[in-house]
């Protein structure tokens, strides 16, 4: 039997042995993908007949892993599949790997150290350290942040297309956090082209009134990153101009977290 995609020498491969793998490799197509996506967009990019991708998406949206979205003919990445993707992140077999490095960076630079992640509009931690530091602010995995007013969001931001990061702002809410939180969208706009050329951001009290944050992102080989690495302290102790001593310190923590990763995912 002719393979159906044999037809379409640039059509990404969809398949499997089962319903079940095929949906698992239809998700791996539509996980790649920065903005919505519709079913004739999925029909000319994997090349399978109309009728069988319609039945696929139909089968994701019933069980909320996708979702509808704009003008009812374009789908996104549902509530379930955002959480569970969030739930591999925060319970990820290389956990204790990750946390020997951020032990370590901690050790280096006696602040408190954290690895993020963006989900949806906000930023969540993975794992976190504290400092011994008698002052500090106590923040736990799990907890959430702005990704306005983050330095790891502004990094996440800096990343994304202008349509994408347009349509991720309008649905968040650019809440002013302390007098130094930017809110008006011209001006972030700005702060995150700053950051993609810097690489690496600060967060000068602009969610907390006495905390400062540096921080980068962790370097991948396709150059989009999902990992973000920071050191936040009290202005007290760290001020802007001072962070930047500890890029280097911070760099070398991301790079060896950046050899984690790699080594977690199965061989080519």
């Not at 990704?147 to 502004?154: L, P, Q």
């Not at 990061?165 to 968040?172: E, N, V």
């Not at 001020?239 to 890029?247: D, G, R, V």
Request: net charge negative; hydrophobic share 40%.
């Amino acid at each position: 039997m002719k393979d159906s995609q044999s037809d379409q020498p640039n059509a990404v491969r969809v398949n499997g042995d089962t319903p079940t793998l095929r949906l698992f490799s239809l998700l791996e197509v539509i996980a790649q993908r920065d903005e919505f996506f519709s079913l004739q967009g999925l029909v000319e990019e994997t090349g399978l007949p109309k009728p069988t991708v319609h039945r696929m998406l139909q089968q994701l949206e019933a069980a909320g892993i996708i979702q509808r979205d704009g003008d009812e003919r374009h789908y996104s990445t549902g509530g379930r599949l955002r959480r569970l993707a969030e739930q591999l992140l925060l319970n990820n077999t290389t956990h204790s790997a990750r946390r020997a490095v951020l032990r370590q960076l901690v050790d280096d630079v006696g602040e408190s150290c954290n690895i993020t992640a963006l989900s949806g509009g906000e930023i969540v931690y993975l794992d976190r350290i504290e400092t011994a530091a008698p002052l500090r602010f106590y923040l736990h995995s799990g907890s959430r942040v702005p990704v306005h007013c983050s330095a790891s969001g502004k990094l996440f931001l800096s990343e994304m297309s202008p349509s994408q990061r347009k349509r991720l702002l309008a649905h968040a809410t650019l809440t002013q956090y302390t007098e130094k939180t930017i809110v008006d969208i011209n001006a972030l706009e700005t702060e995150i082209d700053n950051v993609k050329h810097a690489g690496y951001a600060i967060d000068n009290e602009e969610f907390l009134p006495g905390l400062l944050c540096v921080a980068v992102l962790v370097p991948t080989p396709s150059g989009r990153s999902n990992l973000g690495l920071a050191i936040q302290a009290p202005i007290m102790r760290l001020k802007p101009e001072s962070a930047l001593h500890f890029l280097p310190a911070l760099q070398r923590a991301a790079r060896a977290l950046a050899a984690i990763e790699a080594e977690s995912w199965p061989a080519s």
